[in-house]
């Protein structure tokens, strides 16, 4: 069979409808295919962009929380150092203080730090203890502290320990009789204020 080479080019001259259907048709799914895409990078990137500020809500308020409860626990700790033990002073600086020399109050500078430190340790221990963290333990102790150690005269290492027994006794009220934590330390406290504590002291 001869090749026509005229006849050739007239078919593929004329022929071209499918061809140009085809090459609308691919147009079509590239071009609906690239909305589809771009529309769905949109809605990732509207949902990522609220993820992370929603992830960066709560990485701020956790930091919060963190910062509030350090600072607290700094002011608890401090609250304990100056009703349990010498303000956070030094020897020196607590014999300044009270006007005596160092060796006149190094008996009772290690008393006071004696107390303070039974109190510290008392509350690391305090989830074990009585299922309060160290923070509540220190808010508690401290609520009736100043009439504890006053009605002790002043003895900090004896209050830490009748402070400890206390806590002890609430944790157990709680437990065994389901009342809630709050009104035992109400109650240990309004007892603690009408100077009671020599009791709790009798009974450790």
Known sequence: MAFNAFELYAKLSLD????????????????????????????????????????????GALAK??????????????????????????IEEYAASVGKTVEEVKYDYAALMEGQEKVLSNAAD??????????????????????LVSSLGGQTDIAADVANTAISDMADNANKMGTSMESIQNAYQGFAKQNYTINLMSAA
Do not use: C
Request: proline fraction near 0%; charge should be negative.
């Open 126 to 147: 305090a989830y074990k203890t009585a299922g309060l963290s160290a923070n509540e333990y220190m808010e508690t102790v401290t609520s009736f502290a100043a009439a």
């Open 16 to 59: 071209t409808g499918e061809y140009e259907k085809g090459l609308n048709d691919a147009s079509g799914k590239t071009s609906s295919f690239a909305d589809k895409l771009k529309s769905g990078l949109k809605t990732a990137a509207k949902v990522g962009a609220a993820a992370i500020g929603a992830a960066a809500t709560a990485v």
């Open 65 to 90: 929380a963190s910062l509030d409860a350090y600072a607290n626990q700094e002011q608890l700790i401090g609250g304990v150092e100056t009703l349990f033990g010498a303000g956070g002073k030094s």
